[in-house]
Nanobody
Framework: QVQLVESGGGLVQAGGSLRLSCAAS????????MGWFRQAPGKEREFVAA????????LYADSVKGRFTISRDNARNTVYLQMNSLKPEDTAVYYC???????????????????????WGQGTQVTVSS
């Protein structure tokens, strides 16, 4: 497995920005696509964004498209989620995950299917006040 630790969450006013980081260790980070998911109170965990192993391909949920940007630095074993124009409905615990399950091609390309992500961080809380 890949060990993942998220950071960068916090309290921000609506319209503000935050950048989440996810530091990886263990298996070779650059071998896997990475994803960000979130879970709001009383709701199921949902897909936010994903990025391919090289960073050349990205995928976003419609709810965050144009506001959030996922990126990665393979030299630093870190994936980022830049969140701009935050809304109260973005309030959730945010998790990063490595796409180390599923088929061979799944591991390299971004995807929204949670069952293809086998390594998860502990999560970081993001709270957006109105």
């Amino acid at each position: 497995q890949v060990q993942l630790v998220e950071s960068g969450g916090g309290l921000v006013q609506a319209g503000g920005s935050l950048r989440l980081s996810c530091a990886a260790s263990g298996r070779t980070f650059s071998n896997y696509a990475m994803g960000w998911f979130r879970q709001a109170p009383g709701k199921e965990r949902e897909f936010v964004a994903a990025i391919s192993w090289s960073g050349g391909s990205t995928l976003y949920a419609d709810s965050v498209k144009g506001r959030f940007t996922i990126s990665r630095d393979n030299a630093r074993n870190t994936v980022y989620l830049q969140m701009n124009s935050l809304k109260p409905e973005d309030t959730a615990v945010y998790y990063c995950a490595a796409r180390d399950l599923g088929g061979y091609s799944d591991r390299y390309m971004p995807g929204s299917e949670q069952h293809t992500y086998g390594s998860w961080g502990q999560g970081t809380q993001v709270t957006v006040s109105s």
